[in-house]
């Protein structure tokens, strides 16, 4: 299939306007288009946020959307550069993949796993959007959402995957006081059966929740006769030192 011309014309604008801020008379002049579509493609590009007008003045510069995409780019990499090397420290220790995820939306999107050294491992979820509310790292954005929030999460009727996800309001709102009490939150056999996670928040400098760690296994070992507890204190622990490294 063949270029789409109005989005090279649009990529060229935006790469001069990143080097310095320009009118449309000198941005016209440098991409080489007349002044009329540059003034149109300008205009659909600041109602977009990926430009905004310089004031006062008539020059134009990158806009926040932009600036934004670009800072959570950054910002997941840098997250993940940080939890890499404790999510190769519970796949050691726990003999399990650990993971982590950050929100998206009303999903959740994992960015990154270790893998244990084990014959019979869960799938690899890196790339994977999941609802919210039927896996550990989900619930533990959600115990974070404001009121507001989680009321309409709650509200859009959220879908049982298995006969174990959890959909009752009360017993979901019960959740989430108990995940923002002990900072951990264990699922089993809700997303898909035989298999269970925990998971525990991620924050950053003002508490707010950025991402989450997870370690996930089959259900039938993980956590089997362990100690709940103790597994989860080690995911806990892992998520307060990248917690203190993004610091």
Same mark, same amino acid.
């Given at each position: *299939?063949?270029?789409?011309?109005?989005?090279?014309?649009?990529?060229?604008?935006?790469?001069?306007?990143?080097?310095?801020?320009?009118?449309?008379?000198?941005?016209?002049?440098?991409?080489?288009?007349?002044?009329?579509?540059?003034?149109?493609?300008?205009?659909?590009? +600041? $109602?977009?946020?990926?430009?905004?007008? +310089?004031?006062? /003045?008539?020059?134009?510069?990158? /806009?926040?959307?932009?600036? /934004?995409?670009?800072?959570?780019?950054?910002?997941?990499? $840098?997250?993940?550069?940080?939890?890499?090397?404790?999510?190769? *420290?519970?796949?050691?220790?726990?003999?399990?993949?650990?993971?982590?995820?950050?929100?998206?939306?009303?999903?959740?999107?994992?960015?990154?796993? $270790?893998?244990?050294?084990?014959?019979?491992?869960?799938?690899?979820?890196?790339?994977?959007?999941?609802?919210?509310?039927?896996?550990?790292?989900?619930?533990?954005?959600?115990?974070?959402?404001?009121?507001?929030?989680?009321?309409?999460?709650?509200?859009?009727?959220?879908?049982?995957?298995?006969?174990?996800?959890?959909?009752?309001?009360?017993?979901?709102?019960?959740?989430?006081?108990?995940?923002?009490?002990?900072?951990?939150?264990?699922?089993?056999?809700?997303?898909?059966? /035989? *298999?269970?996670?925990?998971?525990?928040?991620?924050?950053?400098?003002?508490?707010?929740?950025?991402?989450?760690?997870?370690?996930?296994?089959?259900?039938?070992?993980?956590?089997?006769?362990?100690?709940?507890?103790?597994?989860?204190?080690?995911?806990?622990?892992?998520? $307060?030192?990248?917690?203190?490294?993004?610091?």
């Amino acid at each position: *299939m063949g270029r789409v011309q109005s989005i090279d014309r649009a990529f060229a604008i935006l790469d001069v306007i990143s080097a310095s801020d320009l009118g449309i008379t000198e941005l016209a002049e440098r991409v080489a288009m007349p002044k009329s579509t540059v003034a149109r493609l300008v205009k659909t590009l +600041v $109602e977009l946020g990926a430009v905004e007008r +310089v004031s006062p /003045g008539s020059t134009y510069r990158i /806009g926040p959307r932009l600036s /934004g995409l670009a800072a959570g780019r950054s910002r997941a990499a $840098e997250l993940v550069a940080r939890a890499r090397p404790h999510l190769k *420290m519970l796949a050691d220790g726990l003999g399990e993949d650990a993971g982590l995820a950050v929100p998206d939306g009303n999903r959740v999107h994992y960015i990154a796993q $270790e893998d244990a050294q084990n014959n019979i491992v869960v799938r690899d979820w890196t790339g994977t959007l999941l609802p919210m509310h039927v896996v550990s790292s989900g619930l533990v954005f959600l115990a974070h959402w404001p009121p507001e929030q989680l009321d309409s999460y709650i509200a859009s009727n959220p879908e049982s995957y298995t006969r174990y996800t959890v959909t009752d309001p009360r017993l979901i709102r019960q959740r989430m006081k108990s995940i923002r009490t002990q900072r951990h939150v264990w699922v089993v056999d809700e997303f898909v059966e /035989g *298999m269970s996670s925990v998971a525990s928040p991620v924050y950053d400098h003002q508490m707010r929740v950025l991402g989450a760690i997870h370690v996930h296994g089959p259900s039938y070992r993980f956590p089997g006769s362990a100690d709940r507890d103790a597994i989860a204190a080690r995911v806990t622990d892992a998520a $307060e030192r990248v917690s203190i490294a993004l610091q």
